[in-house]
């Protein structure tokens, strides 16, 4: 399997997985890793490589068989693995064991047993930007800004928004105990909430039909680059067009990304051929992302709009619409994610989820931060800067004032530029 026919990811969120990794755990791994404390100093540093999988192959051997109780084989490996990730110091890298690889595949599909709430990763834990009607989470009482800070009675500070929602989701039918941050005024209270998991559909879609400047205007709202993405998104502009509408607001706010292919397919309904995106990694080389020939939108007037919460495969469309003159950026600055993370599964059914390099768009732009760009860093950076500035007032709750500017830069758009 050639590297580049792996899962890639553009997540706040997938690896260029170390081939020692794969050395230690296959089963046998173990065998004789005790021979080499008996052997000369020069020719056990030889054997064992400390730089390498024999220092780590031993450290494994040694506690297994010397700690004065038994640490679990499975545990002892699913921690030296996690160490190993925790050590590169990569707030996008992360690693799934076998439990959490299959709820992150059951989201990538979206389908899931949980909760039923879209969040973003906060720096205390998960930052709930939707609350879907009918789901556990609407039902046990939790809201939109609220920040998940534990589940489970684990503390979800410093994780990865894919390890912290795994913690979140479970199997249909158990509950879950949530502690949360909630803003009341210029407070903020503790509460917990207890909700029970059920079997969830992610409509990752939301499309409906507006009329400004007597032009009518459709909006359509992808919330996540999972499987399928862009062809539901196809499906929304066409069903607005026989609706009528001439136009059209892409809206990629709180969109924290996903699949690079699905970023690929979404900017080609637009794009007809030439560069969407350029992946560059220290192994893997450069790989360059194009449209194809043959693009279901190649003329609607089109306006994305984006904030603060769009990141990953969302900078990489909105860089390349705006790239190439197709589209009108509306909204505030995106997140700043420069980087790409690849999922590779692991023998022990896991898997590693790392930063495996940098993207660019079209013009050759990286939205990371200086130290991104450097290889020394994975901080969000400046992001992508909109064409229309709009944003929306937390005060007006029921106002959407970055969608009305959206609508009205829709209603003057005239088409590709």
């Known amino acids: 399997m050639s590297s580049l026919s792996r899962i890639v990811r553009g997540a706040l969120g997938a690896v260029v997985v170390l081939a020692v990794v794969g050395a230690i755990f296959t089963a046998g791994a173990w065998v004789g890793v005790r021979e080499p404390q008996s052997l000369p100093g020069v020719i056990r540093d030889r054997v064992v490589d400390r730089k390498g999988a024999g220092a780590v192959n031993e450290a494994l051997g040694i506690i297994r068989d010397d700690y004065y109780k038994d640490p679990g084989t499975t ?147 992808l919330a996540q680059f999972t499987n399928g993405a862009a062809g539901q998104v196809k499906g929304a502009f066409q069903k607005l067009q026989r609706r009528g509408a001439e136009r059209f607001v892409l809206d990629l706010r709180s969109n924290p990304g996903g699949l690079v292919n699905e970023a690929q397919d979404l900017a080609g309904l637009f794009l ?86 940098q993207f660019f768009t079209p013009k050759g732009r990286n939205l990371g931060d200086k130290k991104t760009q450097s290889g020394d860093g994975t901080a969000p950076g400046k992001g992508l800067a909109p064409d229309v500035r709009a944003q929306d007032d937390p005060k007006t709750p029921r106002t959407d004032e970055a969608l009305q500017g959206a609508l009205r830069q829709a209603a003057k758009e005239r088409g590709p530029r």
């Open 75 to 221: 545990k002892l490996v699913d921690d030296a693995i996690a160490g190993m990730v925790d050590g590169l110091d990569d707030r996008f890298s992360a690693y799934f064991d076998p439990k959490e690889y299959r709820r992150f595949q059951e989201a990538q599909d979206n389908r899931l047993d949980g909760i039923g709430v879209v969040v973003s990763q906060d720096p205390r834990g998960l930052l709930i930007s939707k609350v879907y009607a009918g789901a556990p989470a609407k039902e046990a009482g939790l809201r939109p800004d609220d920040v998940i800070v534990r589940a489970g009675g684990k503390d979800l500070k410093g994780l990865s928004a894919d390890q912290a929602s795994s913690r979140v989701r479970g199997p249909a039918g158990t509950k879950v105990e949530l502690v949360v941050l909630r803003k009341e005024g210029k407070k903020e209270r503790r509460l917990t909430i207890t909700a029970e998991r059920r079997p969830v559909e992610i409509p990752i879609v939301e499309s409906t039909l507006r009329t400004e400047d007597g032009k009518k205007v459709g909006v359509v709202r």
């Open 272 to 357: 007809k051929g030439g560069t969407v995106v350029m992946l560059k990694g220290r192994t893997i080389g450069t790989s360059v992302y194009r449209a194809g020939d043959d693009p279901a939108f190649p003329r609607v007037p089109l306006v994305v709009l984006v904030d603060r919460g769009s990141a990953s495969a969302s900078e990489i469309v909105s860089g390349a619409l705006q790239d190439r003159g197709r589209a009108t950026v509306v909204g505030t600055r995106t997140y700043g994610k420069g980087v790409f993370q690849r999922v590779e599964p692991l023998a022990s059914g896991g898997a590693l989820d790392i930063t495996a390099g």
